[in-house]
């Protein structure tokens, strides 16, 4: 009985050892897998992870995780999709296209398997070669994603492919048991009722029912759901209509579930704007935009979001994790985040804080993804010096940094804001900045705001005082480099905002510098000058000359045009226009101040996409006179020994009744800009440093600080 007994407990403990190492585990994390764009280098596979869904960062200092000569047929992969396999493998599935050498023609996908996220085995499927009788005149095959099929067994990989002048169709194919080959010629998946090019398939399973989410690549462009009861067959369309969020045209959408949650999230690609946009969901039909809980260190393009455990997160760091980039944050409240310096090149931290905070019990309260540490942790007396902080990244190793604290003022504006212009109103007794709503890519913003202060130091948000895609009918986008004026007519104050859209320039009036603004419903300059033949017509800056009230109006890109603005300062006298180009190296951004009898001319040279983007200046006699070019005339440019670089596209402003100026610019967002490449052209800050003048009037060449002013 006893010898029964022994047994019977030796086996249940073993059921239960069995047990605990057979658990799965939950996933916890995120992995973002993505390319970058169109140019060398960028089509190649990219991972990001997220331990929370929202906030994004890059792995490898955002470089590709696999080589392309190793895997592709022709040098470049796109749009890679990752599954989690029902045998615990993982498979990713990439097109076969290198847009620099093929344009848009391509006839391959990249079949990869992994067991463990981090090697991979590949295989090349060329669909003319594999089916020449069925696909031989294919030339496009796009987006290829996979799917485990249960009532089968086996992985199917779904795809858009082009033949002839027939639009593109979305079909399927079983890959073989080594996910190597596809079994057999490809059949197809969906049937569009409008007969639209159909691309960028993406299919999730919710309640027994299957969810293909795809672009309409023709007719009404957009993402469009259409919903089976059946993997292979049987789609159907509740609506026509588009179930993104979007006006402007997207691709590549990808679905995942939230972990531990009944939602659901659903990214696409704006490409035209080159940037993502990410909704949720719980039922998979009706959809939220939740652009501002999301953040990203990269700008990615088509890419798919696979849920992870924290031993695969952990795992991941450890290959790919780099000193470079630590995944560290910091988070406290009284820091600029956004200017956080983490230096692993010269082993030092820089901490910008607000305004009364107190350093000597400072936390920066650290954020770190799994498979990282920070250590001290907690509040430090940073009043005594520098305070010395190991990172430990698991796999990778520790390095040792010395944090020191600063209460910079510069940028003003916390987030991506550029070409501002700086009023003060006589209305309010406040200073008003007008800037570029940045960080939108390619420059693609659609919406202008105004900051208030008191101080030039303390800036509120006043919220959006004007949306191209809502108050304006002429431009939905390309929403750049505002100016405003305050003018006192029939013993009121209105404020006329001249603004850029769509590389045109516009008008709207306000009775209250805040807004509301209202349109005057068509472009004020949509024409070059006479004898004008290339540039941009953007960039306005308005001027009242302090001696007659007359009012004047300064634009162009490659070119600069003045014009007296005749009394209702919405038309223009064009007897009055002159082309005052004033040299080569004008190239953007004129900005005109009056100061003891001169009039000051300046101007961005260089492009805002460079670091060595500057400002100049000129002087003259009058509003539209000749221009003087003095032998020395740098306004502002790059300080390269603190990292500030691309200084211009500069407004200024005097203090009423005195003679005290500030210069007010932008610059790339520091400390990343630098690293950024041309990205860096539209994620840019702005800053206020002081402005002087020497005894025959010269500009004195401001150099740019982070420390910015305080009065």
Not at 152 to 158: I, L
Not at 245 to 271: A, H, P, T
Not at 290 to 312: A, S
Not at 477 to 504: T, V
């Amino acid at each position: 009985m006893k010898h029964k007994e022994l047994i019977l407990s030796t086996f249940l403990i073993l059921l239960l050892l069995v047990q605990g190492c057979t658990k799965t585990e939950n996933n916890e994390a995120y992995l973002f897998a993505y390319f970058t764009g169109n140019g060398p280098g960028e089509e190649a596979i990219r991972f990001a992870v997220s331990e929370d869904a929202y906030h994004y960062r890059a792995l490898n200092n955002d470089q590709p995780i696999l080589n392309n000569k190793d895997i592709s047929s022709t040098g470049g992969v796109r749009d890679p999709h990752i599954l989690r396999g029902a045998n615990g493998n993982f498979y990713m599935v990439v097109t076969d296209l290198y847009v620099t050498d093929m344009g848009w023609k391509n006839y391959a996908m990249v079949l990869l398997k992994s067991n463990d996220l981090i090697n991979w085995k590949s295989s090349i499927v060329n669909i003319p070669e594999a089916f020449p009788d069925e696909f031989g005149d294919v030339w496009r095959v796009w987006a290829p994603q996979t799917i485990y099929d249960e009532e089968v067994g086996k992985y199917m990989v779904y795809f858009s492919m082009k033949q002839g002048d027939e639009p593109d169709i979305i079909y399927y194919a079983y890959a073989n048991a080594d996910f190597t080959a596809l079994e057999a010629a490809p059949k197809q998946l969906l049937y569009s009722p409008t007969n639209n090019a159909c691309i960028d398939g993406d299919i999730i399973k919710k309640d027994q029912k299957f969810y293909l989410f795809h672009k309409s690549e023709s007719g009404d462009p957009g993402i469009k759901l259409a919903i089976s009861d059946h993997l292979t067959e049987g789609y159907e369309y509740p609506s026509l209509e588009r179930v993104d969020k979007e006006i402007e045209n997207v691709e590549g959408s990808g679905v995942f579930k939230l972990n531990n949650s009944d939602e659901w999230i659903l990214m696409y690609d704006v490409y035209g704007l080159g940037r993502y946009q990410f909704t949720k969901s719980t039922d998979l039909q009706n959809f939220t935009v939740i652009d501002e809980e999301i953040t990203m260190n990269f700008h990615p393009r088509h890419g798919t979001v696979l849920p992870i455990t924290k031993t695969e997160l952990k795992r991941l760091i450890s290959q790919w994790g780099t000193m470079d980039d630590p995944l560290v944050e910091a988070a406290a409240s009284g820091l600029k985040t956004q200017n956080v310096n983490i230096d692993s090149q010269k082993g030092r931290i820089r901490f910008p804080v607000k305004k009364g905070v107190d350093i000597s019990s400072f936390d920066p309260e650290f954020k770190t993804f799994t498979g990282v540490k920070v250590s001290p942790m907690g509040p430090q007396n940073f009043s005594l010096g520098p305070v010395n902080y190991t990172i430990t990244i698991d796999g990778v190793g520790e390095q040792n940094f010395k944090a020191t604290v600063a209460e910079d003022h510069n940028p003003v504006l916390e987030g991506f804001y550029a070409d501002p212009d700086v009023l003060f109103a006589e209305k309010t007794g406040k200073y008003y900045i007008y800037p570029t709503s940045d960080g939108f890519h390619n420059w693609g913003g659609y919406y202008f705001k105004t900051f208030s202060s008191e101080n030039l130091v303390d800036w509120q948000d006043e919220g959006v005082i004007l949306n191209l895609r809502e108050d304006v009918s002429w431009a939905s986008h390309n929403a750049w480099a505002p100016c405003i004026i305050e003018k006192k007519i029939d013993g009121e104050y209105k404020y006329f905002f001249y603004f850029c859209g769509r590389q045109k320039i516009g008008v709207a009036v306000a009775d209250n510098p805040e807004g509301p603004f209202v349109d005057r419903g068509e472009p004020l300059i949509n024409w070059k000058p006479e004898g004008v033949k290339g540039g941009q017509e953007i960039d306005p800056d308005v001027f009242t000359d302090p001696k007659t009230g007359k009012s004047y109006l300064y634009w162009g890109n490659g070119y600069m045009a003045g014009v007296e603005l005749n009394d209702d300062m919405v038309s223009l006298k064009m007897e009055t226009l002159k082309v005052m180009t004033p040299d080569k190296t004008f190239r953007e951004g004129v900005y005109v101040i009056y100061r003891n009898g001169t009039y000051y001319f300046m101007w961005s040279e260089d492009d805002t996409r460079s670091p060595n983007y500057k400002v100049r200046y000129a002087t003259s006699n009058s509003p539209l006179g000749e221009l003087t070019i003095p032998e020395n005339n740098i306004v502002i440019q790059r300080n390269a020994e603190k990292e500030i670089f691309a200084t211009g596209h500069n407004s200024a402003i005097q203090v009423p009744g005195e003679d005290k100026w500030y210069l007010v610019y932008h610059r790339f967002t520091y400390p990343n800009g630098k690293n950024m490449g041309y990205r860096a052209g539209f994620h840019r800050e702005v800053c206020i440093d002081r402005l002087g003048f020497d005894e025959q009037g010269n500009i004195i060449e401001v150099i740019p600080t982070l420390e910015g002013i305080d009065r």
